[in-house]
Structures are given as C-alpha cells and as structure tokens.
T-cell receptor, first 111, second 112 residues
C-alpha cells in the first residue's frame, strides 16, 4: 500500500494561496492521487483527483511532478471557511478498491 | 438526492452489547466502505466491499463484521462492544477504483 506523508498543520491568512504538499514515494503505476476536505462533525468531501502533471477545478489545483512521488494541493485565495483537515490519498497499489487515509493536514485560516 | 444515509446519528451503548450501524446509498455504487475516526486522528478503514456479495478487511477489522447482501446496504456489526470502539463511524461509497468517494454524516458511538 502506498503510504502518504503530509504536514500535520498549517496556518494561513484570508486571501492567501495555500499549498499543501504530500509525499507518496511508493505510489504504484496505476494509482491516482486524490484529496479530500473534512470539516468538524462531517464526513470527508472530495476536492480533486489527478494522475500526472496538473489538474484544476473550481476550488483547487493539483500539481504532480513527473516522478509522481509527491503532489501539491493548491488552494487559491483561502477564506475562513477553508479551515479544515485536508487528506491526501493514493489508490491501493493492488488495484483494489481500498482507500487509505493518512492523518491529514489541519489548515487554520486566520482573518 | 440522499446520497449516503447512516443510522443512528449517535448512540450510547453498554459494553458487551451487540450493535449494528446502518448504511444505505442510493447512487448504485459498486464499492462501499466503513471507517472509524478517533478524536484528532484520520480515518481508518475497517471493512470494504468491492461489489454486492463480497467484502474485505481493512486496517482495523477486529471486533467488526459486515455484510453486503445487495448494492445499496452495507451494515456494520459490533458483536460485543468494548469501550475502545468508541469512535465516529463513517460509511462511504464510490463507483469503483480511483473515483470519488461519497461519505455519510457519520455515527457517533460511545461504548460505556
């Protein structure tokens, strides 16, 4: 199973861009990289998914270098409501449906 | 659209009692999952099911069992609850490998 490593916590201010990097040295060829967001007392919510290079949607961008051993979630112009825990996941290396969460990164956005 | 529905929302359970947490999805997803989340920690996979009729063990399966009789339902059973099973339990579903997973709102279980 591909294990992920993320910073435990990060602080930011409203209006800033936030970049959260995740290391996944043992990522398998067929693994995708997926990021989830979790607010207190709620289940995680999908943010973005990618396989290589760059993916962008309405809420975030995901940057993946050529070796795919890391990825960076970029949140443009964060607001107070972006305070949450962000999880980086890679697919089960066996190709199965198991989804393994790490401890996540706790982002605090200050006014 | 309901998505994932979990029941109950919360429960206080005496140690040694049997408890089934219910999970139903209306998205016709093949895969379903049960996670537990302890205070301040990430989610840990308990059991999963790739498709109706099949189940598999996750990271922390001991003390829990699941069944997948049909596509929509994936109940989690604690045969004899212990205090260390106090946690928030999340059910999720996805359409398969490398696709978005949808989570329920969780069941907060306290075993005393």
């Amino acid at each position: 199973l591909a294990k992920t490593t993320q910073p435990i916590s990060m602080d930011s201010y409203e209006g800033q861009e936030v970049n959260i990097t995740c290391s996944h040295n043992n990522i398998a060829t067929n693994d995708y990289i997926t990021w989830y967001q979790q607010f207190p007392s709620q289940g995680p919510r999908f943010i973005i998914q990618g396989y290589k290079t760059k993916v962008t949607n309405e809420v975030a961008s995901l940057f993946i270098p050529a070796d795919r051993k890391s990825s960076t979630l970029s949140l443009p112009r964060v607001s107070l409501s972006d305070t949450a825990v962000y999880y980086c996941l890679v697919g089960d290396g066996t190709g199965g449906f198991k989804t393994i969460f790490g401890a996540g990164t706790r982002l605090f956005v200050k006014a | 659209i309901a998505g994932i529905t979990q029941a109950p929302t919360s429960q206080i359970l005496a140690a040694g009692r049997r408890m089934t947490l219910r999970c139903t999805q209306d998205m016709r997803h093949n895969a379903m999952y049960w996670y537990r989340q302890d205070l301040g920690l990430g989610l840990r996979l308990i059991h999963y099911s790739n498709t109706a009729g099949t189940t598999g063990k996750g990271e922390v399966p001991d003390g829990y069992s699941v069944s997948r009789a049909n596509t929509d339902d994936f109940p989690l059973t604690l045969a004899s609850a212990v205090p260390s099973q106090t946690s928030v339990y999340f059910c999720a579903s996805s359409d398969g490998e490398n696709t978005e997973a949808f989570f329920g709102q969780g069941t907060r279980l306290t075993v005393v």
